[in-house]
């Protein structure tokens, strides 16, 4: 019997050193995700509305600089500025604890890590996703993205409870070096990779900064199947932000979990993240693109739907959160991938940059909107209160996809067999 070497990716050198720095980062990242809110909770004692405008600010670049950022994605190679950005998201986060270690941390300059680490965010995840497609071939994309979303997927789960006993053991604001020494680990296997990137030409007519902003967002618009995405992912993210803008006051002072107990919960129920990202590509093959996509956004809402019950008694307070958690994790991470395919596969690799941005604009515009609404919701109303609104508000997202071409979809398209008016 012959032994067989791994197919597919397995081989790519340049994307193994991709996914190998992208997976360490995303390691890294779960520590800040997790230390930041429990440092202004418990550290700074911030409020429900000062969490939420911490949100807020974390999230609204990509409201008013997603555009530019898909342009300038579009116009320069990608692999420098995703070098660049891992690197200023390493001073962004490494002076947390520093800020900390001289008795200057105080939640305005929080509010100001947030503003700008969300801008360099921004410029990383459009140049990242349209990066892909011009690293790995088409045929090769939902295995590409399924490597990476497994990575996140195992970061998700082990990172959580690992930031809770760093959390534990060094205190919320120095745990943050991790994070930062993951950035400086990725820029440097991003700086490894050799495979050149296919130069975008473009023409003089075409260099007008709202021109090209306009021919990403007319990509979208114009298009039945990605404008339905966009609108299913926003309402998601709307009421999603609403409620991770007090889930952690929700979580550490009305059901009074401590945070090491926490960061338990968040790693048992991601385990459905890692489900997620090797069950993706059976269940578009098995049902269809359509009916992952509109299915996966139909149970996410399931899973919301359980994070209110957690309030019942202590003792199904655990149990509810890591059920809701797995269930929104697998659907997600299921979600994600389908979609995200389909996306890089329905427009051209010039206009990858673009499209992402336009996505990200129309999709993520709702995360700051939703931080506000849940830290005003929570201070006027009640934090369990808010939590049962945000929830219901996710559930129905799926209808926007439910209702719209998506659910005839059942194979990811060739890029020719799948223009509509509007792209070009």
């Avoid at 891992?86 to 962004?92: K, T, W």
């Avoid at 400086?184 to 975008?200: D, G, Q, S, V």
């Avoid at 299913?232 to 107990?261: E, H, Q, W």
């Avoid at 990858?352 to 515009?365: K, T």
Wanted: charged share 10%; net charge positive.
């Amino acid at each position: 019997m012959r032994f067989r070497l791994p197919q597919g990716l397995w081989h790519h050198k340049d994307f193994l050193k991709f996914w190998t720095g992208e997976t360490i980062s995303a390691f890294g990242s779960q520590v800040t995700a997790f230390a930041l809110p429990i440092t202004a909770a418990l550290t700074l004692h911030a409020t429900a509305i000062q969490m939420g405008v911490l949100s807020f600010l974390a999230f609204a670049p990509m409201l008013f600089l997603s555009l530019f950022a898909g342009v300038f994605v579009d116009r320069f190679p990608r692999r420098p500025i995703l070098i660049i950005t891992s690197l200023g998201q390493m001073v962004s986060v490494g002076s947390i604890p520093c800020m900390a270690f001289l008795h200057l941390l105080h939640l305005e300059y929080l509010y100001g890590i947030a503003l700008f680490s969300g801008c360099l965010t921004v410029f990383f995840e459009i140049a990242y996703q349209a990066y892909l497609p011009s690293l790995v071939e088409r045929e090769y994309l939902i295995e590409g993205n399924g490597k990476l979303e497994t990575s996140h997927a195992c970061a998700q789960i082990s990172g959580p409870g690992l930031a809770g006993l760093i959390v534990q053991w060094l205190t919320a604001p120095f745990a943050m070096l991790i994070d930062a020494g993951s950035f400086l680990i990725a820029a440097l296997f991003l700086c490894w990779m050799r495979k050149p990137e296919p130069r975008t030409e473009h023409h003089e007519t075409e260099r007008a900064i709202f021109k090209e902003i306009g021919e990403g967002l007319k990509t979208v618009l114009h298009h039945r199947v990605l404008w339905s995405i966009a609108a299913c992912n926003g309402t998601i993210n709307l009421f999603n932000s609403a409620f991770m803008s007090v889930a952690v006051l929700y979580v550490v002072r009305d059901l009074k979990i401590a945070p090491v107990l926490y960061g338990f919960a968040l790693s048992m129920g991601s385990v459905g993240a890692l489900l997620g990202s090797f069950l993706a590509k059976r269940i578009a093959d098995r049902f269809g693109v359509g009916p992952a996509i509109i299915g996966s956004a139909f149970f996410y809402g399931i899973g919301g739907l359980l994070l209110p019950l957690a309030s019942v008694s202590t003792m199904v307070a655990i149990p509810f959160l890591i059920l809701s958690w797995f269930v929104q994790s697998l659907m997600l991470i299921v979600f994600n991938i389908t979609q995200v395919s389909l996306r890089q596969r329905l427009v051209p690799g010039s206009l990858q940059g673009r499209l992402n941005a336009s996505m990200r604009f129309l999709i993520c515009s709702a995360l700051p909107i939703g931080s506000l609404l849940g830290g005003a919701s929570g201070e006027v109303i009640g934090l369990l209160p808010t939590v049962t609104l945000s929830t219901v508000g996710m559930f129905f997202a799926f209808l926007w996809v439910f209702f719209s071409p998506v659910s005839s979809l059942r194979e990811q398209p060739t890029l020719k067999s799948s223009e509509e008016p509007g792209i070009s």
